[in-house]
């Protein structure tokens, strides 16, 4: 059998397949979801570069990153990654699951938490975004509501490396779909992203020229995204000194033990559940 599936062409599994994609059951699975999301594809416009006058703090990228272990099956919990192209700024929000609920809840708490206007979003073409709420709130909130190309990643590359670098690396691949791992990945979240925004340097592409096959970056010194923000003539001085302040409230040593906290009592409430699981199929 793996033989086979290692040397089937898509054509034969589309001829395989035609008369299980004509039944009730997968008509009414993807046929609804894919009209809403073809609607809002025709409303929403693509992006695929930020132009001279777009490079400010204000411009976001968002994405969802699944917890759903191996799996898809079901509901799981996920991360919304909102990244500011500018500054980098980010902001991670917990999602019991991807309606568009939830989704929209999250962006409304970004954009009151956030040190700067919420001038456009950018998403990918996920029914998590493309749906009634998110665009009316952001024609309400007079929110630009951009979105990529349809398997082109490389038009979010700054939330794409944030998904890996900072959603990925603390929180890992495992499943998480219960109520207990969902609160403690709040926890998380809560800790994590003032230590990101305001403590943790990184580098910004600033420029890159190609010499025949080879590609030359250059990048700028290090900076966490709140020294970028301080040093943006967007941002309004009061901003600023309420920025200033709450960084002088925290102390970082605190902040990443309070991490370390948060990351075990997600493991635990992981490792609670898997515990049950194996004690059920036992019994």
């Known amino acids: ?56 703090p204000g411009y976001l990228e968002i994405d969802t990153v699944f917890h759903s272990g191996v799996t898809i099956h079901d509901e799981f919990c996920c991360t919304l990654d909102a990244t500011d192209t500018m500054t980098g700024w980010v902001e991670l929000r917990a999602l019991l699951n991807r309606a568009q609920r939830w ?18 979003i950018d998403s990918d073409n996920g029914s998590e ?10 024609i309400r909130e007079q929110i630009q ?38 609160e403690a990945l709040r926890e998380v979240y809560q800790v994590l992203c003032p230590l990101l925004n305001l403590f943790y340097p990184s580098t910004k ?27 943006s003539p967007y941002v309004s001085l ?3 000194e309420r920025l200033s302040a709450l960084k002088a409230s925290y102390d970082p040593v605190v902040l990443r033990y309070s991490l370390d906290t948060a990351l075990e009592m997600l493991h635990h409430a992981h490792g609670n559940k898997t515990q049950i699981e194996i004690v059920y199929e036992k019994a």
Not at 10 to 30: C, G, M
Not at 129 to 138: E, I, M
């Open 103 to 120: 989704v929209k809840e999250a962006l409304v708490d970004i954009k009151d938490t956030l040190p700067f206007r919420l001038i456009a």
């Open 1 to 56: 059998v793996r033989a086979e599936l290692a040397t089937i062409s898509p054509a034969t599994i589309d001829r395989l397949l035609a008369q299980e994609k004509q039944k009730p059951w997968f008509l009414k699975r993807h046929s609804t979801t894919s009209e809403a999301v073809n609607h809002y594809k025709t409303k929403i416009p693509i992006r695929t570069y930020y132009g001279s006058d777009e490079q400010r």
């Open 238 to 240: 009061t901003a600023k």
């Open 145 to 182: 509501f951009t979105r990529s190309r349809a398997y082109h990643k490389n038009d979010n590359p700054f939330v794409e490396q944030k998904n890996s670098q900072y959603v990925r690396k603390f929180i890992g691949y495992a499943r998480y779909d219960t109520t207990e791992e969902f």
């Open 129 to 138: 975004f493309l749906n009634r709420q998110v665009h009316d709130w952001c």
């Open 205 to 231: 592409l600033i420029a890159k020229h190609r010499e025949h096959a080879i590609i030359h970056k250059t990048y700028d010194n290090p900076q966490t995204p709140f020294s970028r923000v301080l040093a």
